[in-house]
């Protein structure tokens, strides 16, 4: 990658991570205080979102009602700085808020500062808790990092202080990146986290625990206070404060394999609430309100996840939505099936924006697997959970939406484009070859998976040989449901020089230990 003309976020943040490693946070799932003495305290950190070449969200929680006040500065000394007044938080949107910053410099490190203030006497406001991010760079030569991964604190595996909570954030952090492309599965609504659980050498894995995370989440504050639960952990509130997040979710958010109008069965004693929509809905509501996302705010009724990230000349990011929009899971044995994984608007959104991108390089940042089998085993036959259908023949089912993007892709010669997923808990790179495969109609491709952050690992899943994929890395382990302490634990880094424009694979475990490397050249349709 290009040298980078700004000081690495490690030392400019040196500071401010002491600041927030210092903060004491509420005991685990206690509410805000309302008392009138003291000061508003933004207690669970600071992060940013959906950083562009000229704006960003601001994203801050207090504990109690008060005004965001966003300020910001070139220099970590806040010399002269730009203030901005943003909204006041109170319980409708428990007490989280965004700000949107607009008009900064493209490609610059931008320091930033979160003060909260009594909404009836400004003079009365908290100690600032501060961040800092690089805005987009409108020229090619600087070039672009991000690492991306999925899957956190699920299977019951929750913070534990003995392992070192969720250590895997300061390896990621280490790696300098721009931005972290969250690939779903923020938080397991449905895996309540018990305070202890017993591993295979005899020792004894302890979490911290709260009370929302003692059964699946139903209700509205449920499910908030599973997106509190993660930011107990002071690896991820200082992460989210160095590095801006690029959001989106799969089935945790809500419940395991869902899709909508389930219904949950009656013989589910866990669920009071048996309509997944109802569910849905209320965990979208809390998405919406712990993750800072251009595109699905607070309020917003026509909010959606699915989006275009534009990170310079070099890369677009197309973040997918393919819960929302599915169909239900079946077989996957239709001939017919115009739904699909992605619903119909949104499969020509994508195919609109893909055509339209001028990028280098075109990300697709899809929260399930292509040619992975993932199977949903939930209602008794064997359904399909994600694309692939076992069946190594001609197109059926979901993968007939695929089939006629792949298509798109190649007949409107679309170059640059690289599948990035998580999702089945361990990592992989896929080759997809029309030369090996039942449907031919596309040019080579290659898919990447990482994950989990901090939760159960399993073994690879078997391929399905419809789009010809040949797995040419693999790291699983070989029983199901592996802790965190038996390692398996995996994030991706991409990294792409503004000089050549080749773009830079690397799986990474929890360590930040490199496992594979793949290095592709810009420019090729296929390759």
């Known amino acids: 990658m290009s040298p980078r ?152 595996w929750g913070i534990n202080p003995d392992f070192g909570g969720y250590r895997i954030f300061e390896a990621m952090a280490r790696t300098d990146p721009d931005f972290f492309l969250f690939s779903g599965d923020t938080i397991y609504a449905d895996g309540p986290i018990p305070a202890t659980a017993a591993l295979p050498d005899g020792s004894v894995w302890r979490n911290i625990t709260t009370q929302e995370k003692s059964k699946v989440a139903e209700t509205l504050a449920e499910f908030r206070g599973n997106f509190r639960y993660n930011l107990l952990d002071e690896h991820f509130r200082r992460f989210n404060a160095q590095v801006p997040s690029i959001v989106q979710w799969d089935d945790h958010e809500v419940r395991n394999n869902w899709y909508p109008g389930q219904r949950i069965a009656d013989t589910d004693g866990r669920y009071t609430e048996k309509s997944v929509d109802v569910l849905a809905a209320r965990a979208r509501r809390a998405f919406s309100e712990y993750f800072p996302m251009s595109t699905l705010r607070p309020g917003d009724r026509e909010g959606r996840v699915h989006r275009v990230l534009r990170q310079g000349p070099l890369l677009d990011v197309f973040v997918l939505d393919m819960r929302t929009y599915r169909n239900a899971n079946s077989t996957g044995d239709q001939t017919v099936d115009p739904q699909g994984i992605l619903g119909r608007e949104q499969l020509e959104w994508l195919k609109r924006e893909l055509a339209r991108s001028r990028a280098v390089w075109k990300v697709i940042a899809a929260d399930m697997p292509l040619g992975l089998i993932v199977s949903d085993t939930g209602e008794g036959a064997r359904h399909v959970e994600a694309v692939a259908q076992g069946d190594p023949g001609a197109p059926l089912g979901r993968e007939l939406q695929i089939a006629e993007l792949l298509r798109f892709i190649k007949r409107r010669r679309i170059t640059g484009t690289v599948w990035l997923t998580a999702d089945v808990h361990h990592t992989s790179a896929q080759h997809y070859q029309p030369a090996r495969a039942a449907f031919g109609d596309f040019e080579p491709f290659w898919e990447f998976v990482s994950g989990p952050l901090n939760a159960g690992a399993f073994p690879a899943s078997a391929l399905d040989g419809t789009f010809g994929p040949e797995r040419v890395f693999v790291k699983a382990p070989t029983a199901a449901n592996v802790s965190p302490a038996g390692g398996y634990q995996f994030f991706g880094e991409v990294d792409i020089d503004g000089g050549s424009g080749e773009l830079t694979v690397r799986l990474r475990e929890q360590d930040g230990t490199v496992l594979y490397t793949k290095r592709l050249q810009p420019g090729l349709v296929g390759q």
């Open 5 to 156: 003309s700004f000081p690495g976020r490690r030392s400019v943040l040196r500071g401010s991570f002491a600041a927030s490693t210092a903060l004491v946070l509420p005991a685990a799932g206690s509410a805000p205080a309302f008392a009138r003495s003291g000061r508003p305290e933004a207690k669970w950190g600071v992060q940013t979102g959906d950083v562009t070449h000229d704006s960003g969200l601001v994203w801050v929680r207090s504990d109690r009602p008060a005004r965001m006040i966003v300020e910001t500065s070139a220099t970590e000394s806040f010399h002269r700085p730009q203030r901005r007044h943003g909204p006041l938080l109170g319980p409708g949107t428990d007490f989280t808020g965004t700000t949107r910053l607009h008009g900064l410099p493209a490609g610059e490190q931008i320091h930033y500062r979160v003060r909260l203030a009594d909404p009836d006497d400004p003079r009365r406001s908290g100690e600032p808790v501060t961040g800092t991010f690089r805005t987009v760079p409108a020229r090619r030569r600087e070039g672009v990092r991000f690492v991306w991964s999925g899957d956190l604190a699920g299977q019951g």
